[in-house]
Each structure stands twice: as C-alpha cells, then as structure tokens.
C-alpha cells in the first residue's frame, strides 16, 4: 500500500493562500481515491475534500467550497489542496488519506492509508 507525506503546512495571514502537497510512495497511487481531512485543537477531525481515481470528480466540505481545489498529478504521485481566502478557523492540522474503493467520500472510515499530517495556523 502507498505511503503518505503531507508538506506546504505554515503560517498565514487571514484572506492569504497555502497549498499543501501530499506525496504518495510506491506505483499504486492510481488506485486510490485522495482526500484531505483536518483536526482543530479540542476539535475532531473533519472532512475537507476529497478526489476520485477513476474520473477526477471532487467532493467539498460545505466550509471551504469555493475557496479550496482538491487535484492530483497522477505523473507525480501527488494530491494537492490549493487554500485561498484563509480564515483563522481554518487552523488545524491537515491529514491526507488514501481511500481503495475510490468513493472520495467524507467518512474517515472510508480512507485506509493517512499521512502523519501538517500544521495550518492562520492569524487574524
């Protein structure tokens, strides 16, 4: 099974970007749908997106649609979530993860593989 390794994790200003980069090992990649989840301090963790293998078709949380894009690079072995107009709720450690069946849904329960996350801290 692939391995994941989350970067692009810092600081940012309130309406500032981040993105965030998920680098899978081994050749499997294209065998699994990716999605992003996050955990804010006293908080549990929380679907952000999600994006399939089979087709490309992205899946939101409510709380950041319009403002995060979800894309892979399968040449790559990456999953990218590109973070625009950042808000201080938006704080939180990202998870990526890794899910076999493809559904790219927003249960963690779906999700076999995860990486061992990166801070996001965004000032007011």
């Known amino acids: 099974q692939v391995q994941l390794v989350e970067s692009g994790g810092g600081l940012a200003q309130a309406g500032g970007s981040l993105r965030l980069s998920c680098a899978a090992s081994?050749?499997?990649?294209?065998?699994?749908?990716m999605g992003w989840f996050r955990q804010a301090p006293g908080k549990v963790r929380e679907f952000v997106a999600a994006?399939?293998?089979?087709?490309?078709?992205?899946n939101y949380a409510d709380s950041v649609k319009g403002r995060f894009t979800i894309s892979r690079d399968n040449a790559k072995n990456t999953v990218y979530l590109q973070m625009n107009s950042l808000k201080p709720e938006d704080t939180a450690v990202y998870y990526c993860?890794?899910?076999?069946?493809?559904?790219?849904?927003?249960?963690?329960?779906?999700?076999?593989?995860w990486g061992q996350g990166t801070q996001v801290t965004v000032s007011s």
């Open positions: 081994g050749r499997t990649f294209t065998r699994y749908a």
């Open positions: 993860a890794a899910d076999r069946t493809d559904w790219a849904t927003g249960l963690e329960a779906d999700y076999d593989v």
């Open positions: 994006i399939r293998r089979s087709d490309g078709r992205t």
